[in-house]
């Protein structure tokens, strides 16, 4: 099975550009993570969706940051505008939410560099 | 108090002995937990989950958990350089995974 699909896989963008990163879960999953990671703060959860419905963007940073999820095989985190503190590594994680838990699995990740 | 601490690290074990990685977490409702690994510029990877009290065994990884001590652990036997990795913990919080910082693995030969 494939795992969880990325892309771009990096991205080197000049400050005040729109960024956006988009993620395909695995299939039959029905929970989708975005996470933030950099050096200083780790991993950071942004925003989940439970069945294509966000259930939580308290993560998000700030109003520059959305994202959606139209449909179960597809999901976006868009940035605008850019800054160079947005510079980071972004995974996307999906799962299959079960009665006690569900494991996420994690995709290669964008690297984001604003310059 | 964080949610979920780790001992950053570097551990550093020689090849063949057991290391040992221990982390803490403050939801005593907590129900699940989970051992993620991360080589440097890749995603991370699960490699462990348990959510009962006591032992769980998978080759050389065991997970141990204690709720009453609020306290889970991974154990890696017989280690070896490709377990060189950051090991993060990361505990179920509500319908969402709360990570620990990471500890840096070093297995040296």
């Known amino acids: 099975d494939a795992g969880v699909i990325q892309s771009p896989r990096h991205e080197v963008t000049e400050m005040g550009q729109e960024v956006t990163l988009r993620c395909k879960p695995i299939?039959?999953?029905?929970?989708l993570f975005w996470y933030r990671q950099t050096m200083m703060r780790g991993l950071e959860l942004l925003i989940y969706f439970n069945n294509n419905v966000p259930i939580d963007d308290s993560g998000m940073p700030e109003d520059r940051f959305s994202a959606k999820m139209p449909n179960a095989s597809f999901s976006t985190l868009k940035i605008q505008p850019s800054e160079p503190r947005d510079s980071a590594v972004y995974f996307c994680?999906?799962?299959?939410?079960?009665?006690?838990?569900?494991?996420?699995?994690f995709g290669p990740g964008t690297r984001l560099t604003v310059t | 108090q964080k949610e979920v601490e780790q001992n950053s690290g570097p551990l550093s074990v020689p090849e063949g002995a057991i290391a040992s990685l221990n982390c803490t977490y403050s939801d005593r409702g907590s129900q699940s937990f989970f051992w993620y690994r991360q080589y440097s510029g890749k995603s991370p990877e699960l490699i462990m989950f348990i959510y009962s009290n006591g032992d769980k065994e998978d080759g050389r990884f065991t997970a141990q958990l204690n709720k009453a001590s609020q306290y889970v652990s991974l154990l890696i036997r017989d280690s070896q350089p490709s377990d060189s990795a950051t090991y993060l913990c990361a505990v179920q919080g509500a319908q969402k995974l709360v990570f620990g910082q990471g500890t840096r693995l070093t297995i040296n030969p």
């Open positions: 994680a999906s799962a299959r939410r079960g009665k006690w838990s569900y494991e996420q699995y």
């Open positions: 299939s039959g999953h029905n929970s």
